[in-house]
């Protein structure tokens, strides 16, 4: 017995793997809560280790606390422009200020995805890689961009802001995370390419230069 | 103008998220290498913070490899077994005994899914977050999950081992880390609910547990 699903099945599911963006562009137009709480539950639907299901999401509706996220997070891009420009030179800074690195301000919905708290009660598959609750967490929010997608409706994950400050922003308790600032929205175009290619910051490498067999092995190709 | 898909292909498309299982029962059934390209490029299609691309796999087609990395996960699975039995009580830990927690010998294919080496080069999106490079490899390997599903074939991501001694199994360079061994297979059924809630192990908690406006609320409910 074959579980496959139909040809025009796959090819929607793979259309929209390949169609997904991370998207910094957005307008402003609302999404209705019933198509929310569907993307939500397509999030919900996520794997998690040992069935922990460690995500929890803050819909962020007010708008003086939109503000306060955005201030956040321009905070943490001045101090990442820095930090490129040691690791790298001042070109390398100025051209990572002169991008758009996120949508908050422009897009109809901000939701921010946390780690739960008491995590440490969850040993089964977390014993020796307790970070596998980000991967469940990572995972449902996959799960959530590929469904926004087929709606039609772009999303852009932020990660530059610091946890703490962001924590205390929204009053989470000891042990809990946030891991993600998700902007969600209509948009006027979704990037044909990953916008950072389409900017020239960096190029993608193919899929060869990942597989290996059997062991590491310097996959890299040389330039 | 609207980006949204098809009824058709958005029904395709919650279907598969909806119908995916984290599996542990396979049919020995090989893979062919052509449908397995097509899974890895579908992982390949993932977002990844900094368009860092993070994300290697190694392939285990040596049988006496695939036969030493499942006695690494035996091992964890006693060490875990007992550390649940310290935490919660011998009945618990019995019952995670009793569970099958990896088709590691069983199935058609394995893969190890790693962060690659020299991670700290991409500042972008890390610099307070540096574990976003987990999150973009749980995004490819999540892509790779709904893929797998839709071509009929279950998938496993076992994440009871010890990292260190996987990586020096594999060769794997200082900084590179593995955190997935993923089981890949044909199945004689899919799990109708997770097999966790099908063995009695746990139970799942409702969508409407994880959501919270502008700040943390005590959202659990009550039993």
Redo the contacts between chains.
């Keep these: 017995m074959?579980?496959?699903?139909s040809e025009?099945?796959?090819a929607?599911?793979?259309?929209?793997?390949?169609e997904?963006r991370?998207m910094r562009h957005f307008l402003p137009t609302p999404i209705a809560s019933e198509l929310l709480?569907?993307l939500?539950?397509?999030a919900?639907?996520?794997?998690s280790?040992?069935?922990m299901?460690p995500?929890?999401?803050?819909?962020?509706?007010?708008a003086t606390?939109r503000h306060s996220i955005h201030k956040l997070v321009d905070e943490?891009r001045k101090?990442?422009a820095q930090?490129?420009g040691e690791?790298d030179d001042t070109d390398r800074m100025a051209e990572?200020m002169r991008l758009k690195v996120e949508g908050i301000l422009d897009c109809g919905e901000v939701l921010v995805a946390t780690l739960c708290d008491q995590r440490e009660?969850h040993?089964?598959?977390?014993?020796?890689?307790p970070?596998?609750d980000?991967?469940?967490?990572?995972?449902a929010?996959?799960?959530l961009?590929?469904?926004a997608r087929?709606?039609?409706i772009g999303m852009g994950?932020?990660?530059?802001?610091?946890?703490q400050q962001l924590a205390q922003l929204?009053?989470?308790?000891e042990g809990?995370k946030p891991?993600?600032i998700l902007c969600l929205g209509y948009?006027n175009t979704?990037y044909k390419s990953?916008m950072?290619?389409e900017e020239g910051?960096?190029t993608?490498?193919p899929?060869a230069d990942?597989?290996?067999?059997?062991?590491?092995q310097n996959?890299e190709r040389q330039p």
Tied chains: 1, 2.
Excluded at 44 to 47: G, I, K, S
């Design positions: 074959s579980f496959a699903y025009a099945d796959k929607a599911i793979y259309k929209v793997i390949a997904r991370d709480q569907k939500l539950q397509a919900h639907h996520a794997p280790v040992g069935l299901q995500w929890r999401f803050i819909r962020i509706s007010d606390l943490e101090f990442t930090a490129i690791f990572f009660k040993i089964f598959g977390r014993r020796t890689l970070e596998m980000l991967a469940s967490v990572s995972c929010i996959q799960n961009w590929l469904a087929a709606e039609g994950w932020v990660s530059l802001f610091d946890p929204l009053n989470m308790p809990a891991v993600a948009v979704f990953p950072l290619v910051w960096t993608e490498k899929l990942m597989l290996m067999e059997n062991g590491w996959n």
